[in-house]
């Protein structure tokens, strides 16, 4: 008897005399039967077929589960999650817009989303964020409340200030050393200062103002003379560098000859400062 070439099923020689037809067919049905279904393993829906090791016979691999992806382990096919060692994990997201970042070689980490109006920096070599210089107000402005402050004739006297407009970074204490506005910390720059001073009626002498930095005269005087102003209340404004920790105050001096009360009000003695940038 002779067989196949590839299957090596058992068939008549060419010259044969076939004694038992029904007999042969049947045989070689059943090799072709036995090949095919080594061939086509698969009993599911899903299910895939590849070659195994022995010659002319397939293995089965059945259907993954939703999400998993064709990997190979161990040289044949193999169905594995996607949230494999080598992959971004999902549970380093925690909020809605986190943002990844490689932190290290082959190691991220996340950033997790700013708050509205802050932009996307760079803060000591990673991504950071940050509001963004001039995009809000930074500064005070404060002002003497309701009791008057009394000033001794021809003294400089530091004035005080008890009550606040508004103050956006605790650059002012309405208890503790109240005649200053300090610089905070990481606001170093250029500021507007303003101060305003309103000095009870008379007739005699000059009224002075003076921005005193850290306890010492920075700027020239400002003032007018008593006896020729239709007003005892005067503003001055200017713009100076200054740095963080440092603090400005308002000395005020009178020569009425006696006491003069600086006087209290929201529109009457105030001084506060406005940050322009660094």
């Known amino acids: 008897m002779a067989t196949t070439t590839n299957y090596g099923w058992t068939t008549p020689n060419d010259t ?21 279904k080594a061939l086509n ?61 490689a932190s290290g070689a082959s190691t991220p980490a996340r950033l997790g989303i700013g708050s509205t109006g802050q932009v996307l920096t760079v803060a000591a070599g990673i991504p950071s964020w940050a509001t963004p210089a001039g995009s809000a107000f930074v500064g005070c402005s404060v ?44 606001k170093g720059g250029k500021y507007l200062v303003l101060a305003t001073l309103g000095y009870a009626t008379s007739s005699t002498g000059i009224r002075l103002g003076q921005i005193y930095k850290n306890g010492a005269l920075f700027s020239a005087s400002f003032g007018i003379s008593a006896a020729s102003a239709f007003t005892t209340r005067f503003t001055f404004s200017t713009i100076l560098e200054l740095s963080a920790a440092d603090y400005l105050e308002i000395v005020g001096s009178q020569t009425s000859g006696g006491a003069l009360n600086v006087n209290a009000g929201q529109g009457t003695t105030r001084f506060g400062v406005v940050y322009l940038g660094a």
């Not at 208890?175 to 300090?182: A, D, H, L, Y």
């Open 16 to 36: 044969d005399l076939v004694k038992d037809g029904a007999a042969a067919i049947r045989t070689l049905g059943s090799s072709v039967d036995t090949t095919t």
């Open 143 to 186: 002002y003497k409340d309701t009791t008057n402050q009394s000033l001794s004739n021809d003294t400089d006297t530091v004035i005080s200030f008890n009550a606040e407009e508004f103050d956006t970074n605790s650059f002012h204490d309405n208890s503790s050393n109240n005649s200053r506005i300090t610089i905070p910390s990481g």
């Open 41 to 101: 393993p698969s009993t599911t829906l899903g299910d895939i077929e590849y070659r195994s090791a022995t010659a002319n016979t397939n293995t089965r691999l059945g259907i993954g589960t939703t999400g998993q992806v064709l990997s190979v382990v161990g040289g044949v096919p193999a169905w594995a999650t996607s949230d494999d060692a080598n992959a971004i994990q999902n549970a380093l997201l925690t909020t809605t817009g986190d943002t990844i970042y």
